[in-house]
């Protein structure tokens, strides 16, 4: 074996070893040493690496400096942008492949299609497509497989079912493919008789289904199939505690959850695994438990701001508002920036509270100290905060300024507030835009009616009931309008 052969494998040793992640740039500086920064075999290795690491800039920067790259090294580069955003230069480099007159292989396809995939481009991936057959390369299994991703992420199951009933040989991957399509369109009982129809599943397949099965609000049958998944003998990994915890905290299935904590623990999960540490601390703040919650929050080895939202809004939420609130503090003073959920929890936690100027610090500090604009749940928080604490003119002027259109939820916590506190004059304003918003809700006639009731204003009830009448509107059975 000659030197400069046994110098470029032990460099593809390096490349796929352990340490490469570390030792990247070392590397590169080793074979450019060795004069081998012009071997396609060398680079094309390199560039592969460079994309399993999310280092796709490097592995362009890399390219540019190929004076001859072959097709080993195109498929290398187009692959690595199929991989990572925003994936059309995939195409750029495989326009610059056949400006090269190097004829594309089946290699070359593969990440084309995926690359039209995440980028929803139906047109483009079809083109494509249509370009795989017209060279005879649509029976490989990758090709095939990377046509079901694009036909099923552009939401054409018809055509990805096509490519799909052709196959001889369909892995796991194809399964999962097809259940995600179908259930991203809808379609949950394909889903579900194609996931019955497996021959093998992975912990990803269980995963897809449970998740599509949340995402359609069939919480009941989530939980069944993650039993189901137990019994069988597959064992969860962090995605599945991540889906079935929250589950369990809507269902007020604390045994499973608990069970699940316990699960985590044992397989090594916590303190490290911050999604799984963010759901058990989400989950028994829903359930309630809020010494088991502050436990695994203390006991987390790291936390990014999503774990201090699901502390915080778990707080407001168990009625401790001034905890929630010194939290935030010391969020802010440990330097993690807040965001949008973060101001959600700690406005909620002031409504709790009563903390009323407090609330309005936090509320003014959001765009000005931390560039978050208030978005209509802001606003909600703030109009209940006031509300609760009798600032009822205070909460009008608020909603009144809203950069949005407020909601009926704002107008109907006003005019909650209005008739705890007794102010008529906006409880009627209040009552009169819920009508205006929601003209086919009786409710909210039979609320108007009763602000004219109390102010013993006959006149405008009789006025209400004729609007009612006139507009086809239904009171519901169990509403009462006074008079």
């Known amino acids: 074996m000659s030197r400069g052969r046994e110098i470029e494998r032990k ?52 390219f540019a400096h190929a004076h001859n790259p072959n097709i080993l090294l195109f498929n290398a580069i187009i692959k690595a942008h199929s991989l990572c ?24 396809f593969a990440p084309l299609l995926k690359s039209a995939a995440n980028l929803r481009h139906r047109t483009l991936g079809q083109c494509v497509h249509a370009h795989v057959i017209r060279l005879g390369f649509e029976r490989h299994a990758s090709i095939r497989v990377a046509a079901v991703e694009l036909y099923a992420a552009c939401e054409r199951m018809d055509d990805a079912a096509k490519v799909f009933d052709e196959m001889r040989h369909r892995d796991v991957i ?46 009941e049958k989530a939980l069944e199939l993650f039993r189901v998944m137990l019994e069988q003998g597959f064992e969860p990994d962090d995605a599945s505690l991540v889906i079935v915890l929250p589950v369990c905290a809507r269902l007020g299935a604390v045994d499973v959850g608990e069970w699940v904590h316990s699960y985590a623990n044992t397989k090594g999960f916590l303190p490290d695994a911050i999604n799984v540490g963010n759901s058990l601390v989400d989950f028994y703040c829903k359930v309630g438990n809020l010494q088991a919650a502050w436990g695994i929050f203390n006991d987390m080895a790291s936390k990014n701001v999503v774990s201090w939202n699901a502390m915080i809004s778990g707080l407001a939420y168990n009625g401790e508002g001034e905890v929630g609130v010194d939290l935030f503090e010391e969020m802010v003073r440990g330097g993690v920036v807040p965001n949008d959920s973060t101001f959600v929890g700690v406005l909620a936690c002031c409504a709790h509270a009563g903390l009323v100027d407090r609330g309005r610090e936090l509320f003014a500090s959001m765009s000005v100290k931390f560039g978050v604009s208030p978005k209509l749940e802001h606003y909600g928080c703030v109009v209940d905060l006031l509300g609760r604490c009798g600032h009822v ?33 906006i409880a009627e304003t209040a009552a009169k835009e819920l009508v205006r918003l929601e003209p086919w809700n009786s409710g909210n006639f039979v609320l108007l009616s009763n602000v004219y009731a109390e102010e013993g204003r006959w006149d405008e009830v009789e006025k209400v009931r004729v609007l009612m009448r006139g507009g086809g509107v239904k009171k519901v059975p169990g509403q009462s309008a006074t008079g």
């Open 393 to 425: 003119r205070e909460a009008r002027d608020l909603i009144k300024s809203m950069p949005v259109e407020p909601t009926a939820a704002l107008w109907g916590a006003l005019l909650s507030a209005c008739r705890t506190y007794g102010d008529r004059e």
């Open 11 to 62: 460099i593809l040793r390096l490349l796929h070893g352990g340490k490469t992640r570390t030792q990247l740039t070392q590397i590169h500086a080793h074979f450019l040493r060795q004069g081998l920064h012009q071997s396609n075999q060398i680079l094309a290795h390199f560039v592969s690496v460079c994309a399993s690491l999310h280092r796709v800039s490097y592995a362009t920067r890399l």
């Open 174 to 219: 194809v399964w999962n493919l097809m259940i995600r399509g179908f259930c991203k369109t809808g379609d949950l009982e394909t889903g579900l008789k194609l996931f019955g129809q497996m021959k093998e599943r992975t912990v990803v397949s269980w995963n897809l289904m449970m998740s599509s099965l949340v995402q359609n609000k069939k919480q």
């Open 85 to 108: 955003a925003p994936f059309h230069p995939s195409f750029s480099f495989f326009s610059l492949m056949k400006t090269r007159a190097i004829s594309p292989d089946q290699y070359s």
